[in-house]
């Protein structure tokens, strides 16, 4: 199986950063993932993970995520996320990863939960 | 009248060559001339009497004649008084020599006259004899050679397996067919203790005879070692060892050795340099690759061993460079793509041989010489077999060894995958599976096998009515595995606690059961998916 180390592109819609996640979520995708999520936080607005193009998440991948997360509470950012199968959705729920974290179900579902957070 | 008693020795190689090999006739015993019991002198190719003989304009006094010609001193010295040089289309091909006059006196101008109308109807009779003998030589070559290419073929044809073995649960074919001028493939299949199977298939460089007897040599000297090594590597070092010394320089084989155990599909396997197999899996087609140099080039070479589960439904081609290396009618090659296509698009077994031999006569064209031998071996596991024989008494559907090296338990999900793929697992459950061997096997190289690469770890893939069980083996001892306690996701978020620690939970999350048990310096992880009275187990 061939293994696809993870790129992060970061695009901005509606005022929300989206980072587009391709490859795999695991240990080797950790300085990509941060270094997006630095150049999306640049500026306080609401997170969007798109996992639609992430096919293989792993424990540590899930620890990276945590560690997302504990970082953007700190600093009141609101993540949200969409395009994941739905074995890693229930991965998230699993994990209660969900609890802390919009899933939506597609790209404008994820920016409506975004918009909502940050207007609230 | 005349005796030409050795006329035209070393005209056998041709007539473009005729000015060097000119040898002056033995004095020649005459009814006029006194005999002389002397050996032919040979003119050196740059001897100026060549030159002179060839513009003679007919018999030529050897007494009167001054050069510095070591040739024209010798016929001096035998006595030669007259030479007559045979030139044929302005060739010269031959000289006669004669001896003194028997009267003692010199020779007149009439008998000279004699001697050149002899020399210009001697010399085209001559030419033609030589014209004949040219063509019967090169007939006996001719004919040598092809003695040769059927002694090498029957060589070749002898040392090949007779038939096939018949495995339950496999199908197993071979293809052999030598070009005109029998290259040195061969391939070969050998019992071994335990029911298990090795396969060979192998390549030496060169052509014919030479070829053939490596390549009996090297057949005999594998089925000696495969019965006393087993390990396909060290068979391999073990060959390499034995034919260095007597190899011919310039000579080599390049050789796939792999040993299959028909039971559960394991495949060892090491090659020296030879084509790497292609296996047909659900996911595609993937290469077996594994390093080596080929063999009786160089002694003390190590030789890479791999391993692989042929699942059920796969297929793996062996095969030699006769195909690949096959030209079409521009020069293009076939080539390897073109090869890894064909298998993609093909069923197994004597099927995929039939569809490359097709592919193969397409792209070289009707009628077009086979340039090498070619040479396949398929072996295919069936779809349904292990199945029905799992549902009596438990099937081991895989079982193999991965380097303790990060991320390679994607491999290790491929592989369990494609072993579970003909069971009917619905994808979710499928799905958990995958998760759980993942996480197994991460825990067991990281933790277990501190990512050593000579501490792999192994998975077995099992299968009763009831339940599928994959074992994940390290070489951890008595470490103990950390109970699954439920991560605390508040501690982590408010950076109390590492973010990690989430694989053990995931895979007591993803499957039934999760058993973990130690032995001799071994620790398992078993993962079981119950496969009756579905509760959608695992959540």
């Known amino acids: ?120 | 009248m005349l005796t030409l008693t050795r006329p035209f020795r070393h005209r056998l190689l041709g007539r473009g060559r005729a000015a060097d090999e000119v040898a002056a006739t033995q004095p020649v015993p005459a009814a006029v001339a006194a005999p002389l019991e002397q050996p032919p002198v040979d003119i050196a190719p740059n001897d100026p009497l060549l030159a002179y003989l060839q513009s003679a304009s007919g018999a030529v006094d050897i007494d009167a004649l001054e050069l510095d010609s070591p040739a024209l001193g010798e016929l001096k010295a035998a006595g030669v008084k007259l030479a007559v040089p045979l030139v044929s289309q302005g060739e010269l091909i031959g000289v006669l020599n004669l001896g003194p006059r028997l009267s003692e006196q010199d020779y007149s101008s009439d008998d000279r006259k004699l001697l050149d109308n002899l020399a210009a109807q001697a010399a085209p009779a001559l030419r033609v004899g030589q014209l004949v003998r040219e063509q019967e030589a090169e007939a006996a070559t001719r004919q040598r050679f092809e003695q040769e290419l059927e002694v090498a073929r029957l060589i070749q044809q002898n040392f090949l397996p007779k038939q096939l073995p018949d495995l339950p649960g496999w199908q197993v074919a071979a293809f052999y067919r030598p070009a005109r001028e029998v290259g040195g493939d061969f391939y070969d299949v050998i019992p071994l203790p335990d029911g298990r199977v090795g396969f060979v298939v192998g390549d030496v460089t060169d052509k014919g005879v030479p070829a053939a007897l490596v390549m009996s040599a090297t057949r005999s000297v594998l089925r000696a070692s495969a019965q006393r090594l087993i390990e396909p590597g060290v068979v391999l070092e073990r060959v390499n060892e034995l034919l260095c010394p007597d190899m011919p320089a310039k000579m080599f084989v390049t050789c796939l050795y792999g040993v299959l155990d028909p039971a559960s599909g394991h495949l060892r396997f090491a090659n020296a340099g030879h084509d790497l197999p292609y296996v047909k899996t659900a996911g595609g087609v993937v290469e077996l690759r594994a390093r080596g140099m080929p063999l009786g080039l160089m002694p003390g070479m190590a030789y890479e061993e791999k391993e692989t589960v042929l699942a059920p439904g796969e297929s793996v081609l062996l095969h030699s460079d006769g195909i690949v290396e096959a030209h079409d009618p521009d020069r293009g090659m076939f080539g390897f793509p073109r090869l890894k296509e064909t298998v993609a698009g093909s069923p197994g077994g004597q099927a995929l041989i039939d569809r490359v031999i097709t592919e193969l006569e397409a792209f070289t064209g009707a009628g077009a010489e086979q340039e090498d031998d070619i040479t396949m071996v398929t072996l295919e596991r069936s779809a349904g077999g292990a199945m029905v024989a799992g549902a009596q008494n438990g099937a081991v559907l895989a079982d193999f060894e991965l380097v303790s090296r990060p991320g390679n338990e994607r491999e290790a999900i491929a592989r369990v995958a494609g072993a579970v793929a003909g069971i009917g697992l619905d994808a979710a459950r499928l799905e958990r599976l995958k998760t759980a061997v993942g996480e197994a096997t991460m825990n067991a190289m990281e933790h277990g096998s501190e990512y050593r690469a000579d501490r792999p770890v192994s998975i077995r893939v099992l299968l009763s009515p009831e339940r599928l069980s994959v074992q994940v083996t390290d070489l951890g001892g008595a470490a103990e595995l950390r109970a699954g306690e439920e991560p605390d996701l508040e501690a982590k978020l408010a950076g109390e606690q590492t973010p990690r620690g989430w694989g053990l939970f995931l895979i007591e999350k993803m499957v039934d059961e999760a058993n973990v048990t130690g032995e001799g310096g071994r620790r398992t992880l078993e993962l079981v998916v119950y496969l009756q009275g579905d509760d959608d187990g695992g959540t």
């Open chain 1, 1 to 120: 199986m061939a293994v696809h180390e993870l790129e992060v592109s970061v695009r901005e819609r509606d005022g929300v950063a989206i980072l587009d996640l391709v490859g795999d979520v695991d240990s080797s995708a950790e300085a990509a993932l941060q270094s997006a999520y630095d150049e999306a936080t640049r500026e306080r607005r609401p997170v969007v993970l798109n996992f639609s193009r992430a096919d293989y998440i792993n424990s540590t991948g899930i620890a990276l995520i945590v560690g997302l997360l504990a970082q953007a509470r700190a600093r009141g950012v609101e993540i949200t996320a969409f395009g994941l199968s739905d074995h890693y959705r229930e991965i998230f729920e699993i994990t209660r990863l969900a609890d802390f974290m919009t899933i939506a179900d597609n790209e404008t579902g994820a920016l409506g939960g975004a918009e909502r957070s940050n207007h609230a």
